[in-house]
């Protein structure tokens, strides 16, 4: 722990080893992730002050990662990592090989509580659906993906679509893609759109549908809004980018279809570059927008 100061943007989540199969590597590529190291590296791009509350062993490089970005790190045994096996059909099943300790409120630095902003990248059930309430005054978001993921016995991971329980209201911003949220059930999506202001389902290059919860009525249809062409190299991390960069933006003007384009520039500037390294900064998103969308 490095800055007990108040960040601009605290990011809450575990850190990840990502094992994939690569020709020459029998054990496949290593890498380095996680939802809350991407949003905390959007956040210091854009030029806020960013601070990480994480999860991992005492071996995981955490400050090579996350350079010059305060951290909290909670011991854990193990850290969290995923291992992606292919068949013969191309058909990937993502297994879970070790999962870090969960975070609690007490984990949070007291200073950091003060966070104006803060984004949680669940990955593994390690924090709760709603743990925004941690948080009452400032504004907050959440990439759901790790509220969905579930596992066996043998670390094969799943993706449940039900309305998980636990989720309170008050999310300022819920995001997640068109394969996480159930888009064509209008029952379920206002249960979502219920717990949030902006609830934001990206869909690749295809941009992305944000609902609008309007006095705690219906959110009605969705507002599209379109993508920016990619050169695309690594798609890695690019919904966690989209989400950090939408919340900072929401942030800051309130606006949510300003945020999202504002953040569909950041995540198609972010798959031209590879793993941690993509996330842009305010020019590049600039460019991007100026460009106009595809």
């Not at 070790?98 to 966070?115: E, H, N, V, Y």
């Not at 990955?123 to 509220?147: K, M, S, Y």
């Not at 996480?180 to 609830?199: G, K, Q, Y």
Request: glycine residues 12%.
């Amino acid at each position: 722990m490095s800055d007990l100061t108040t960040p601009d943007f605290l990011s809450i989540g575990v850190v990840t080893y990502d094992v994939t199969p690569e020709p020459g590597l029998p054990h496949g590529r290593v890498r380095s992730g996680g939802a809350a190291a991407f949003g905390a590296l959007c956040a210091q791009a854009l030029g806020l002050k960013a601070a990480v509350v994480t999860s991992a062993a005492p071996d995981y490089p955490v400050g090579s990662i996350l350079p010059g970005i305060p951290l909290h790190v909670v011991g854990s045994k193990f850290t969290t990592f995923f291992q992606n096996v292919y068949d013969l059909n191309g058909e990937r099943t993502q297994v879970l090989g070790g999962r870090s300790s969960s975070i609690t409120r007490s984990d949070i630095p007291p200073a950091w509580l003060d966070a104006p902003i803060v984004f949680f990248g669940p990955l593994v059930h390690e924090t709760p659906p709603d743990a925004n309430r941690w948080f009452p005054d400032a504004v907050v978001g959440a990439a759901i993906q790790g509220w969905l993921r579930r596992w066996d016995d043998y670390g094969r991971v799943t993706e449940d679509t039900d309305f998980p329980a636990g989720v309170s209201d008050g999310y300022r911003l819920l995001a997640g893609s068109t394969t996480e949220f159930p888009v064509d059930n209008e029952a379920e999506m206002s249960r979502w759109a219920a717990c949030t202001e902006v609830l934001g389902v990206t869909d690749g290059s295809n941009g992305v549908r944000i609902y609008v919860q309007a006095n705690g009525g219906s959110p009605g249809a969705p507002s599209r809004v379109p993508g920016y062409a990619a050169n695309e190299l690594d798609p890695t991390g690019a919904g966690d980018i989209w989400a950090a960069a939408c919340l900072v933006r929401l942030a800051e003007t309130g606006n949510s279809l300003e945020a999202a384009r504002f953040a569909n520039a950041a995540a198609s500037v972010s798959v031209e570059r590879e793993g941690l390294s993509g996330s842009p900064d305010r020019a590049e998103i600039a460019a991007r927008l100026a460009r106009g969308p595809a």
